[in-house]
């Protein structure tokens, strides 16, 4: 799996790029603000059909224009593909593969697994649970296409019920049997997309377990658990019938499994609380690690990698030991992003010879 070729039109500072790729590893140098992590972010909308940054479509169009497009060529399983994202404003976003328009988005999703680690990453131990369940609903739907079909009707109806629940409170009304609709289909979904998570969890831990050990030679116990109302409840519909209350009096549905989290212990205890930050950066390169351990299990081949400015937020001992999991892995592409092409160099120079340096200032 690689990309070959990328073109950009109009996509973010850059209003026309061509780039050329090598099969191992592309170093994308040049001062602050040049567009590296743009193009980073162009290759993450040649696997999801959009920008991992910045989620409004019409603010990923190069300013003064009303169209962006994102054109790779790539080798998947040893076939030609070539995916083009467009976007024109006031219109619906076009995903194409080989020229052929895809009816959902969804459908794409999969196709290239892709994994990216950047200095936002530090999200998933710091915030809410929306970012961990986002990760993992991420990692699990790149390999399961009836899981993301189903976090996405699931989504559609959590929106529908709380409108009903606004819609009880400001016309001073309730209706059970219109409730009763909500509640059965999204239990029976919830119950879909809770067998599922437990199912990941269950393989991803060890694999979580070997990264982190590898990168921090082994002294600390790590844990990953999936935390979930449904784990102390016979059934979605059981605890909406305990929350009703509640839910009428918040005017939004307080049970479900979006509100399930996932939590990160070293030594059994929090990495959020009590985690140093070395060990919680350990825990999180294991987290992203392990999401390519994982896809690459189930795709049959390796994943994508991107790794945005991760020098200037990582020391560079961590730095260095990515790399050279990287090279000494044989893992497949890779992407990285740096303002010291020397440092970068350095680097990858000292595990393998099969890189290209991509100097952005040069393109000016
Ligand atoms: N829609 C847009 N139109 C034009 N320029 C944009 C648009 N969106 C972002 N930019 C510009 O892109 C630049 C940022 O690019 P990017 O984040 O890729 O830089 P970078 O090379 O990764 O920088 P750093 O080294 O600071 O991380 C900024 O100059 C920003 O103004």
Redesign the pocket.
């Known amino acids: 799996m690689q990309i070959n070729k990328l073109s950009l039109l109009n996509y ?2 850059f209003s026309q790029l061509d780039l050329n790729f090598n099969a191992h590893i592309n170093c994308l140098v ?10 980073l ?1 162009a290759i993450y909308h040649l696997a999801f059909g959009k920008s991992y940054y910045n989620p409004i479509s019409s ?5 003064g224009d009303d169209f962006f497009v994102v054109d790779g060529a790539l080798e998947i399983s040893d076939k030609n593909e070539r995916i083009v994202v467009s976007f024109k404003k006031g219109q619906k976003k076009v995903l194409k593969r080989n020229a052929k328009i895809y009816d959902k988005i969804s459908d794409h999703i999969g196709l290239i697994p892709l994994v990216i680690i950047t200095p936002t990453d530090r999200d998933l131990i710091l915030e809410g649970s929306e970012t961990r369940r986002k990760f993992m609903d991420g990692v699990i739907a790149q390999g399961d296409k009836q899981y993301l079909e189903t976090i996405l009707k699931y989504s559609k109806l959590l929106s529908q019920r709380n409108a009903l629940l606004k819609y009880f409170a400001v016309n001073r009304t309730f209706n059970s049997d219109s409730l009763a609709v909500y509640n059965d289909q999204m239990n029976d979904l919830a119950e879909v997309i809770y067998e599922k998570r437990q199912a990941f969890v269950k393989i991803f831990e060890p694999i979580l377990q070997k990264r982190y050990k590898d990168i921090s030679g082994g002294r600390e116990q790590i844990s990953l658990h999936y935390k979930s109302q449904l784990n102390d409840s016979e059934n979605l519909n059981a605890l909406f019938v305990e929350a009703q209350q509640k839910d009428l009096q918040r005017q939004y549905s307080t049970v479900g499994t979006h509100k399930d989290d996932l939590k990160f212990k070293i030594n059994g205890h929090s990495v959020k609380k009590f985690g140093s930050q070395g060990q919680q950066k350990s825990y999180l390169i294991a987290l992203k690690f392990a999401q390519y351990d994982f896809l690459k299990n189930i795709k049959g081949f390796k994943p994508i990698v991107l790794l ?2 991760i020098f200037d937020k990582l020391d560079e001992n961590r730095v260095a030991q990515i790399i050279q999991m990287v090279t000494h892995e044989d893992m497949g592409q890779l992407f990285i ?1 740096d ?1 010291h092409a020397e440092r970068t160099e350095d680097v990858v120079k000292s595990s393998t010879e099969n890189y290209k340096m991509i100097n ?1 200032s040069e393109k000016e």
């Open positions: 973010k500072n040049g001062q602050n603000g040049i567009g590296k992590t743009n193009i972010d603010q990923n169009i190069h300013h945005d400015d992003s303002t952005l």
